[in-house]
């Protein structure tokens, strides 16, 4: 059974940073695709950055230069390093990981950024 568990939500001030963190059983980070997603009040759900099983990264034009995907194969974890938060970022955070098959999400993590 694939279960993943976000961890590192909050809230934080505009400016400020947060790092989230995924962790896994049932499934082999480094050997499928991570993404991190996020759903604010009203919009839909929406890719933030992923990071494939060969190490390429890509993230959402709104998040480029402030937010940071990686990955840790020795503890299995998943992590978004999160900067210069601002207002707009506020919204549940979702670990997502794929197989060929399947699709697997965390239960989401609250970020809240205050102006």
């Known amino acids: 059974q694939v279960q993943l568990m976000e961890s590192g939500g909050g809230l934080v001030q505009a400016g400020g940073s947060l790092r989230l963190s995924c962790a896994a059983s049932?499934?082999?980070?480094?050997?499928?695709?991570l993404g991190w997603y996020r759903q604010a009040p009203g919009k839909q759900r929406e890719l933030v950055a992923s990071?494939?099983?060969?190490?390429?990264?890509n993230y959402a034009d709104s998040v480029k230069g402030r937010f940071t995907i990686s990955r840790d194969n020795a503890k299995n974890t998943g992590d978004l390093q999160m900067n210069s938060l601002k207002p707009e970022d506020t919204a549940v955070y979702y670990c997502?990981?794929?197989?060929?098959?399947?699709?697997?999400w965390g239960q989401g993590t609250q970020v809240t950024v205050s102006s």
């Open positions: 997502n990981a794929r197989t060929f098959l399947h699709n697997y």
């Open positions: 049932g499934i082999t980070f480094s050997s499928n695709y």
């Open positions: 990071i494939t099983r060969g190490g390429s990264t």
